[in-house]
């Protein structure tokens, strides 16, 4: 059993592009050491977006908290907005813009779980 909250990780991972992930539950030991799914909150600045990059493994699912964002997946663009959820298959090629003024979050969910070795970028 793990109960997590962003509050709870004491080292984010911070990207060269700008995002600040908080993963919950992951494979690493400190995270639950679980297999098959990962949970993270991710936090994109202002102005500021994910590397593209794809999967070969997992499946990944964007839940947008608050913030709206453009969504571009396999060079086709789909905006998104709170309460919105988008399906990321293995080996689509993704990336996810802030254009707004204010700060995006969202929840990450991979299946199985996210690790380094399967984030491949373009």
Same mark, same amino acid.
């Given at each position: 059993?793990?109960?997590?909250?962003?509050?709870?990780? $004491?080292?984010?991972?911070?990207?060269?592009? @700008? /995002?600040? &992930?908080? /993963?919950?539950?992951?494979?690493?030991?400190? !995270? @639950?050491?679980?297999? @098959?799914?990962?949970?993270?909150?991710? =936090?994109?600045?202002?102005?500021?977006?994910?590397?593209?990059?794809?999967?070969?493994?997992?499946?990944? !699912?964007?839940? &947008?908290?608050? #913030?709206?964002?453009?969504?571009?997946?396999?060079? $086709?663009? %789909?905006?998104? $907005?709170? #309460? $919105?959820?988008?399906? &990321? /298959?293995? @080996? /689509?090629?993704?990336?996810? %813009?802030?254009? #707004?003024?204010?700060?995006?979050?969202? &929840?990450? =969910?991979?299946?199985?779980?996210? !690790?380094?070795?399967?984030?491949?970028?373009?």
């Amino acid at each position: 059993m793990r109960v997590a909250s962003v509050a709870d990780v $004491q080292t984010p991972l911070m990207t060269p592009a @700008g /995002e600040v &992930i908080y /993963e919950l539950v992951g494979a690493a030991p400190e !995270t @639950g050491g679980v297999k @098959g799914h990962s949970v993270a909150v991710v =936090v994109l600045p202002p102005h500021k977006s994910s590397g593209l990059h794809y999967h070969q493994v997992a499946e990944e !699912t964007y839940y &947008i908290l608050h #913030g709206t964002a453009r969504m571009v997946i396999d060079g $086709q663009v %789909f905006p998104l $907005q709170p #309460g $919105q959820a988008c399906l &990321i /298959e293995p @080996g /689509e090629r993704h990336q996810i %813009f802030n254009d #707004g003024d204010e700060e995006l979050a969202f &929840i990450a =969910v991979c299946a199985p779980a996210w !690790t380094s070795d399967d984030s491949f970028f373009v």
